[in-house]
């Protein structure tokens, strides 16, 4: 089973677009399969043009799974733990 940890060169193959948008500064969504065996996995990200014309990940989803959202969480959870002390929960942070 594949998987991004034992990533050894299997096959990356991107997936057609979801955006229907023309809008150039409009999120872009990119979807890709890592192919190996008989399962694939589907990674996708979600990238942004920064003011400065730069592009920048806004978010990614592996499997289904929205990272995005899982780091938010658990971020959140740390921060009332700590008194919204943005330090502590930085310096504690694994």
Do not use: C, H
């Not at 594949?2 to 872009?28: H, I, K």
């Amino acid at each position: 089973m594949p998987s991004l940890v034992s990533y050894e060169g299997q096959e990356l193959a991107f997936l057609p677009s979801t955006n229907a948008d023309t809008d150039p500064r409009a999120d872009t969504i990119v979807r890709m399969e890592l192919r190996g065996g008989d399962t694939n996995l589907e990674l996708q990200y979600q990238m942004f043009l920064n003011e400065n014309d730069e592009w920048k990940l806004k978010n990614l989803s592996l499997v289904g799974i929205n990272l995005g959202r899982q780091y938010f969480t658990q971020f959140s959870a740390l921060m009332s733990q700590n008194d919204n002390d943005i330090d502590a929960v930085l310096n504690n942070w694994k």
